[in-house]
């Protein structure tokens, strides 16, 4: 029998059942905290990366040269056009070579590129940074997703030339937040530089002044990529909704930061006046820090000036780009049917009429090769070269080290043996959808979703293609405006019936194509 006091020598953690995991909820912010730390990995992996360069580069600090950059170009970037790369570079060079002033100015300009090229991920293919974590789903299973983000962007400008802007997850790294509502930030930052101001902090200020302009250049940004996607395609923007209210809010988002900001340059030449009528050890440095601060507030009422002007015009440009892409006349292009066209016709052929028209089909499709000598001295060397003796079987192949893939289809063999089986209404009367899918849930309960999905897939049958490969019956589903009535699906109750294709027409075309 176990005493009372036995008892209190367990812990709790080992007596309780085991805690399930955390709500979607909690782990969205955890998710968060891990976007953050990915979009700090490139500026640590400078660091780590600087001692693979040909010389002595371990004196300089490429993460500091990297904010830098992402500084400038967030501060240069227009409207329409970004920062322009060789006027980034004259402008690291200074820091660059505070770090190491003994160092050749050549020196100096090779980190600012390397500093530059590597935020852009010049190497990579997409030049973007990818990063993986995990997050636990509602049901409390485990999953790893991929988190891809860009920090400087090479755009191509209306004047022509490629300019360099920042991505929003550049700017929050810039300002350490990240997938923080634009208006909310923004409008924090600006009260919070207001209190600071009042309080006399100038230096405080300052800080929390720059953050105000990063947050307004990422509400311009996320404008500006709005009204691109317009001129892509109007459609791909919802303009009904989503649209209009984002105009209106960032007009209101304006006019508010307008009255702050001329709020925030009265305090500030306040301070400014109190600063002048003292003369002691601090009047030079709370001068300096006013006039930077005047600088800084006017340069947002430059840029919320801008961002007002492009908001009054996007109404326009998007009923011009919808009657220019409305009235455009679509482009003429033929797709190539390689099995109807290539390989079914050919393959009945004898082999010497049938190599005629494969080298005829190769010959345009390979491109163009690139012959193995182009100057006259590869010509010498490969003439002169001995050749080298092979092997009589030729070189050992190494091992294939094979995986097998996973099998991750929700759909088994037997579950689309079971739903061809259904649709196969060769010999009899259409069927209505909703009498396929009672008939389905009665045989599995996954079934009517592959039921539901080929129907769906038969309202627009590749009739074409079917006739092309010899095919002898097509399913195919038409809507004559039936609801369907099912506990599970909504739509049309379609009709779904089985065609025969023209067998003696498509024999004909094959002879004809021999």
């Given at each position: 029998m176990t005493s009372p006091a036995s008892t209190d020598l367990v812990p709790p953690q080992l007596s309780a059942a085991p805690r399930p995991a955390q709500g979607p909820a909690a782990d969205e912010g955890l998710a968060r905290r891990l976007r953050a730390l990915a979009c700090t990995a490139p500026l640590h992996d400078l660091d780590a990366r600087k001692a693979n360069l040909a010389g002595e580069y371990t004196v300089y600090a490429m993460a500091e040269v990297a904010l830098a950059a992402i500084d400038l170009i967030t501060l240069n970037m227009d409207f329409d056009t970004g920062a322009d790369h060789e006027q980034i570079v004259a402008r690291l060079l200074p820091r660059v070579a505070a770090q190491a002033p003994s160092r050749p100015a050549a020196e100096h300009e090779r980190v600012a590129r390397w500093v530059l090229e590597n935020l852009i991920n010049v190497g990579s293919v997409d030049r973007g940074f990818r990063a993986v974590y995990g997050t636990f789903g509602a049901d409390g299973v485990y999953t790893r997703r991929d988190y891809d983000f860009k920090l400087i962007e090479e755009v191509p400008g209306y004047g022509g030339g490629v300019y360099l802007r920042t991505t929003d997850e550049a700017v929050n790294v810039l300002v350490g937040a990240l997938d923080t509502d634009v208006t909310s930030a923004q409008i924090a930052a600006e009260v919070k530089l207001e209190v600071l101001i009042n309080r006399g902090r100038l230096a405080d200020a300052q800080l929390a002044a720059e953050q105000a302009r990063y947050r307004t250049v990422q509400y311009a940004?996320?404008?500006?990529?709005?009204?691109?996607?317009?001129?892509?395609?109007?459609?791909?923007?919802?303009?009904?909704?989503?649209?209009?209210?984002?105009?209106?809010?960032?007009?209101?988002?304006?006019?508010?930061?307008?009255?702050?900001?001329?709020?925030?340059?009265?305090?500030?030449?306040?301070?400014?006046?109190?600063?002048?009528?003292?003369?002691?050890?601090?009047t030079a440095e709370h001068k300096r820090r006013a006039a930077e601060l005047v600088d800084i507030v006017k340069d947002c009422i430059r840029r919320h000036t801008q961002l007002q002007s492009r908001l009054l015009d996007a109404g326009p440009l998007f009923r011009a780009e919808q009657d220019r892409q409305a009235f455009a006349a679509p482009t003429a292009y033929t797709g190539l049917d390689l099995y109807g066209q290539l390989v079914a016709p050919t393959l009945p052929l004898p082999v010497e009429q049938a190599v005629r028209v494969t080298d005829a089909f190769f010959a345009r499709g390979t491109g163009l090769r690139t012959p193995a000598s182009v100057r006259l001295g590869d010509l010498v060397d490969l003439l002169l070269t001995p050749p080298v003796e092979r092997e009589h079987l030729g070189a050992e192949m190494p091992e294939p080290d094979l995986i097998a893939t996973p099998d991750d289809s929700r759909f088994s063999e037997e579950q689309l043996a079971s739903a061809l089986r259904l649709l196969d209404l060769e010999h009899d009367a259409p069927r209505r959808l909703s009498g396929l899918l009672a008939e389905a849930r009665e045989l599995d309960g996954d079934l009517p979703y592959l039921v539901a999905l080929l129907a769906v897939h038969a309202a627009s049958p590749p009739v074409g293609t079917a006739y092309r490969q010899g095919e002898e019956r097509l399913l195919f589903a038409v809507d004559d405006g039936t609801p369907l009535d099912d506990p599970e699906f909504g739509g049309a109750d379609l009709i779904v019936g089985t065609a025969l294709l023209d067998a003696v027409g498509m024999a004909a075309d094959r002879s004809e194509a021999s």
């Open positions: 940004e996320t404008l500006r990529k709005t009204l691109e996607a317009t001129r892509r395609n109007v459609r791909a923007v919802d303009w009904l909704n989503a649209v209009p209210d984002m105009i209106a809010e960032a007009l209101d988002h304006v006019a508010d930061r307008y009255r702050h900001e001329n709020a925030i340059l009265t305090n500030i030449r306040k301070a400014r006046d109190e600063a002048e009528s003292t003369s002691d050890a601090k």
